[in-house]
C-alpha cells in the first residue's frame, strides 16, 4: 500500500474522529489541517499502524487548542443582544464639567511649552508623518525629530501633573 492509500484511509478515520468530538462542518477543516501536518512532519512512518495513533493525537491536540481560542474570545458564551443593557450616550453634567476642565488643564499645559513643541504637536495633530514635518521644523535628522517629540511629550506630561490619565492626575488650580 502506498503512502497515499494510507493517507486516504486515515482521512476517513480522523474526519469520523473529529466529527464525534467537533462540529462536522469544521471536522473536514481539521481533518485537512492534521493530513497537512502528517505529510510534512511525518515523512518518515509509512505504516498506517505507525500514522493512526500520531494523527488521531494530532487531531485530539487540535481540537483542544480550537477549543481554547474559542473560549478566549469568548465564541462560546453568547450574549443576546436584547440581554445587554443599553448606555445613555449622553453624559451627566458632571462628565461634561470634568471633560471641560481637563480640556482647560489640557490647554494651559501646551501654552506653556515652547513654540518648537506646539508646532510639532500641531502638525503631528493635523496627520503629519515624522517624515513630512522634518523639513517643516528644520530639524538635522529623523533622529532628531523623534527626540524632539520625546521631550516635548515628557513636559507635557510634567505640565499635566506627571500622569495622561487625567482621573488620577491632581486637580491643580
Known amino acids: 500500500m502506498t503512502r497515499d492509500e494510507i493517507l486516504e ?19 473536514e477543516d ?3 489541517e492534521v493530513l497537512v501536518v502528517l505529510h510534512e ?18 487531531t485530539r491536540f487540535k481540537i483542544m487548542a480550537t477549543r481554547r481560542k474559542a473560549v478566549r474570545r469568548g465564541e462560546t ?16 453634567p458632571s462628565e461634561i464639567a470634568e471633560r471641560e476642565q481637563d480640556l482647560r488643564r489640557l490647554e494651559n499645559a501646551i501654552a506653556r511649552l515652547g ?16 517624515a513630512e514635518i522634518l523639513p517643516l521644523v528644520n530639524a538635522g535628522s529623523l533622529n532628531t ?17 506627571g500622569v495622561w490619565d487625567p482621573t488620577r492626575a491632581e486637580r491643580r488650580p
Open 9 to 27: 484511509r486515515l482521512r476517513e478515520r480522523i474526519l469520523r474522529f473529529a466529527a464525534s468530538r467537533w462540529w462536522k462542518d469544521q471536522a
Open 30 to 32: 481539521l481533518t485537512q
Open 41 to 58: 512532519k511525518y515523512r518518515e512512518l509509512d505504516r498506517i499502524e505507525d500514522l493512526l495513533p500520531v494523527a488521531l493525537e494530532i
Open 77 to 92: 458564551t453568547p450574549v443576546s443582544v436584547d440581554d445587554l443593557p443599553l448606555k445613555d450616550s449622553t453624559p451627566d
Open 115 to 130: 513654540e518648537r513643541c506646539r508646532e510639532l504637536f500641531r502638525l503631528k495633530l493635523q496627520g503629519f508623518t515624522f
Open 145 to 161: 525629530l523623534y527626540t524632539w517629540d520625546f521631550r516635548c511629550r515628557k513636559e507635557l506630561l510634567n505640565q499635566m501633573g
